[in-house]
């Protein structure tokens, strides 16, 4: 059998599951061909971990400037790009003009004009694109999927949707790349980017109009001097007030972290253990947003990364009953590992998340008009986002599975998630409503 050849533009911390996949469990089908990176270190990091993990010869690599040589020379099947939000388009349409099937992380791009590119260029080369919404995946989540689509509740009539990201996760957003909303869209359409999803998804609707209000309320300088804070620094890196601050991230005792990013930043200069609390962080940190969907419904949904606990509550309210889903998840770090001793967070054999009691701290109920509240119960993935990621690398890799609930997702999904957030940025800065279909028809 030939082996389908992949090529990885971007080589940070996310590229791991992809690399593990092709040279692990999808090996004897999938074939890694090159990687691409501005950062060539990065690059040497990620083959040597490739031997060390799979005796896995090194593979070719190509600086940024060379993306179009490598793909001419490794000739990919498919192009993976890993890389800052807002370079997606580039590469996904370059891809696709030299003869390539594009896997993409989400978000698909970061603005409306980027958007209507891809979809110029996906109508002119014909090519595939698929975008990697894991979450769909996760049991709980196609659970409310099916109980939606059985009508347990009847017509969806309104959606509340609460996203919290602990201090651990949310902080590190502010930390990074992402701080720059030129570089990431923010965080309405870096991270939630994987919810509006969910719901379109859910509702098997797309949305039509959106009103949002945000703000940069507890990370940056400014919102630290006011609560008195009066030592600051710029990184974490041998500063003795960083070793004061539980914000600050201190790389130097994990060898992932130290081999992507301090050992690398020499090349490109990207800091990535920089203060939460520093100046020039341009994302909103406290958001709310109200949309209205084209089957009618109205979502109210809101976005905070600095709650002392990380999950999410979503509530459907239907014309023959009510849903209620509460998630606690495990705080995370791009590109570390969790502690396996925090004492509030463990992770069970069937993957299930517990607190201390040990009981978990995940559930899902129905209750129908004149009925009691009932419990709904399934089986919890093992994995990253709720065991979602196993489950969206097998059809990335090895596709053809029956998938009624069309899991899967393709570029029109990726689109109709990514102008929620777009429209919501908008309407932060206009203070006005913003119909989507005005957006893309620009």
């Not at 992949?6 to 911390?13: D, I, M, P, R």
């Not at 996904?92 to 590119?117: F, S, Y």
């Not at 059985?150 to 919290?164: K, L, N, Q």
């Not at 005792?253 to 301090?262: A, F, H, P, Q, S």
Request: net charge neutral.
């Amino acid at each position: 059998m030939n082996r389908k050849r992949y090529a990885l533009v971007g080589t940070g911390s996310r590229s791991r599951m992809y690399i593990d996949a092709i040279a692990g469990t999808y090996s004897d089908i999938a074939e890694l061909v090159a990687f691409c990176d501005i950062n060539q270190s990065r690059m040497d990091f990620m083959n040597r971990r490739l031997q060390e993990k799979f005796k896995h010869e090194p593979v070719p690599t190509y600086r940024a400037e060379n993306f179009r040589r490598m793909v001419r020379e490794k000739k990919p099947d498919t192009v993976i790009v890993l890389t800052w939000d807002r370079t997606h388009h580039r590469y996904i349409i370059a891809a696709m003009e030299l003869g390539c099937d594009v896997v993409t992380e989400k978000p698909l791009t970061t603005d409306d004009g980027k958007c209507r590119a891809i979809l110029d260029a996906r109508e002119k080369y014909g090519k595939k694109i698929t975008v990697t919404f894991n979450y769909r995946y996760s049991p709980r989540n196609t659970c409310v999927k099916e109980l939606i689509s059985s009508r347990a509740i009847g017509d969806v009539v309104s959606v509340h949707f609460e996203w919290m990201l602990d201090t651990r996760h949310g902080a590190d957003y502010f930390r990074r790349w992402h701080r720059d909303k030129n570089n990431s869209g923010g965080l309405m359409v870096h991270k939630s980017t994987h919810h509006f999803d969910l719901v379109n998804w859910w509702l098997d609707s797309q949305a039509e109009s959106v009103f949002a209000m945000g703000r940069l309320a507890f990370y940056g300088r400014e919102n630290a001097e006011q609560r008195g804070v009066r030592e600051f620094y710029e990184r974490c890196r041998d500063n003795p007030i960083a070793a004061r601050d539980p914000f600050a991230l201190d790389m130097s005792g994990n060898e992932l972290m130290k081999g992507l990013y301090l050992e690398a930043e020499h090349e490109d200069g990207y800091i990535r253990d920089q203060s939460v609390f520093g100046h020039n962080i341009s994302i909103e940190d406290s958001m709310s947003v109200m949309v209205k969907y084209r089957n009618k419904a109205v979502m109210t949904y809101s976005l905070n990364a600095f709650c002392p606990m990380e999950g999410y509550n979503v509530s459907f309210n239907g014309t023959e009953g009510r849903i209620e889903v509460r998630i606690v998840e495990r705080p995370y770090v791009s590109g570390s590992t969790i502690d396996q001793n925090d004492p509030d967070y463990n992770m069970r054999e069937d993957g299930a998340v517990t607190g201390r009691s040990g009981e978990p701290e995940a559930s899902i109920s129905l209750q129908r008009l004149w009925g009691e509240r009932e419990p709904i119960t399934w089986k919890e993935g093992k994995g990253g986002h709720g065991g979602g990621d196993g489950l969206l690398l097998e059809d990335v890799f090895k596709p053809g599975r029956e998938d009624s609930l069309k899991t899967a997702a393709g570029v029109e999904d990726g689109v109709n998630s990514i102008m929620v957030g777009i429209a919501a940025n908008k309407s932060f800065a206009t203070g006005c409503p913003v119909n989507i279909r005005d957006l893309l028809q620009d």
